[in-house]
């Protein structure tokens, strides 16, 4: 069994920066991120897998980076510029499977309680 637990979220002026963290405890194959604002769906994020590969939603492509610390099974969401259609509940995900890009929310099997990020103009 794998429970992940995400943090980092806040609230920050626009073009301000957070670094959220991801810690899951147990084996993993791939984590990833996704965001969710009131009646909307779930949006793809960043994903990625111990093996190297990486996905970004090309929308966020430049301001948002993952970094990865295998020792401590932890991803970490880097977000920069940050602007006010930002804001929304950030859930972090772990897949246990060896296949697929990750950008797909039914391709995880664990899920974050999520972390609230909020940016005010």
């Known amino acids: 069994q794998v429970h992940v637990t995400e943090s980092g979220g806040g609230l920050v002026q626009a073009g301000g920066s957070l670094r959220l963290s991801c810690a899951a405890s147990?084996?993993?194959?791939?984590m990833g991120w996704f965001r969710q604002t009131p009646g909307k769906e779930r949006e793809f994020v960043v994903a990625t897998r111990w093996s190297g590969t990486t996905y970004y939603a090309d929308s966020l492509k430049g301001r948002f980076t993952i970094s990865r610390d295998s020792a401590k099974n932890t991803v970490y969401l880097q977000m920069n510029s940050l602007k006010p259609e930002d804001t929304a509940v950030y859930y972090c995900a772990a897949g246990t499977r060896p296949y697929g890009s990750g950008t797909r929310d039914y391709e995880y099997d664990y899920w974050g309680q999520g972390t609230q990020v909020t940016v005010s103009s």
């Open positions: 147990g084996r993993t194959v791939s």
